[in-house]
């Protein structure tokens, strides 16, 4: 091990970097890591950066592959708010905190779709079934407890007066495997991220009722949830970590790709297509922020009621 280990380190040299993303093909999380390594390579930045999937647990069997790379230089992994509710939820021994923090990116926010053809053809309609029939109207999401889709959907239940104990939600893993949910009527209504489902709200095959942002955004023509009356702002992060156990000089090295990908023109350009806001933190100060947001998710899931091991 300590001779891999040895044979990992960069000493600066960002050749070959690899993005681990812990999530199957179609997630947020592999949408967002394949537009970064294409804007490395436009921006000139990295050239041969590779996306890689490894999913499992949601994001936590990434986590612990990321924990076993100690002092790899060549290998990040994107992650983002539904690896802090994971991580919670399932207690593993391998946590962000122990990982090295290279940066947060971007912040978008989730959206609630149907199928195109389903009954509900507005918020409101959608939350009067919901309310008559909570086990019925079953809720779809591609996080798990503490995750981006199941926090907006369980501060919606609780903001049209449901008890998150009586909400059906199922939790997917990714973007595609709720996708097919949907369109099977598995689920009545999903929570997602905004970039997951734009080209299918574009096609038809699902309709957008809501986005959790303060503002209507430009991608998707829906009403925000705050201005159909229920007071709610959810927004999901994502980010970059890297192995722990990384030399300064590769450390340093990751973030200074990471900072100059932030100020390209290119990034921009990508975060106004995919709807993204420019959220970035780096180093230190991104360790900080994680730190908060556990503490944050585990409070806000102790005042619903809900555990992380549900």
């Known amino acids: 091990m300590a001779v891999l280990q040895g044979c990992a380190a960069t000493d ?43 999913p499992g647990g949601s994001g936590v069997v990434g986590l612990r592959r990321l924990a076993y790379e100690h002092g ?16 919670l939820a399932a207690g593993t021994p391998a946590t962000l905190a122990g990982t090295t923090p290279v940066a947060r990116l971007v912040q978008e926010p989730a959206i609630l779709v149907v199928r195109r053809d389903s009954p509900y053809s507005s918020l409101d309609e959608l939350i009067d079934g919901w309310r008559a029939d909570p086990a019925g109207v079953r809720a779809g999401g591609g996080s798990s407890v503490g995750g981006p889709d199941h926090l907006a959907t369980m501060l919606l239940a609780e903001s049209v007066g449901l008890s998150p104990a009586r909400v059906a939600y199922t939790r997917h893993d990714g973007g595609g495997d709720l996708l097919a949910a949907i369109l099977g009527r598995e689920v009545e209504f999903a929570m997602s991220g905004l970039s997951e489902y734009a080209d299918q709200i574009r096609s038809g095959q699902l309709r957008a009722l809501a986005v ?6 430009d991608q998707v023509a829906a009403p925000t949830v705050r201005s159909v009356g229920f007071d709610i702002v959810v ?4 980010g970059i970590v890297a ?7 590769d450390a340093e090295a990751i ?6 990908l932030d100020a390209s023109p290119d990034w921009a350009d990508a975060r106004a297509r995919f ?14 922020f994680m730190a908060d947001e556990r503490s944050r998710v585990a409070g806000v899931l102790n005042r619903l009621g809900v555990t992380a091991q549900a």
């Open 12 to 54: 600066g040299d960002l050749s070959d970097l690899r993005v681990m993303v812990p999530n199957p093909p179609g997630s947020g999380y592999d949408i967002t890591a394949r537009v970064l390594a294409r804007t490395l390579d436009a921006a000139g930045i990295a050239r041969g950066v590779e996306v890689f999937n490894l």
């Open 72 to 87: 790899n230089g060549r290998l990040v992994m994107l992650m983002g708010l539904g690896l802090v509710g994971a991580e």
């Open 235 to 238: 927004n999901n992060w994502r």
């Open 275 to 288: 709807g993204w806001t420019d959220a970035y933190l780096g180093g230190d100060a991104f360790a900080r």
């Open 243 to 249: 192995p722990p156990g990384l030399s300064a000089p």
């Open 255 to 260: 973030r200074a790709v990471i900072a100059a």
């Open 212 to 217: 959790t942002s303060e503002r209507p955004v």
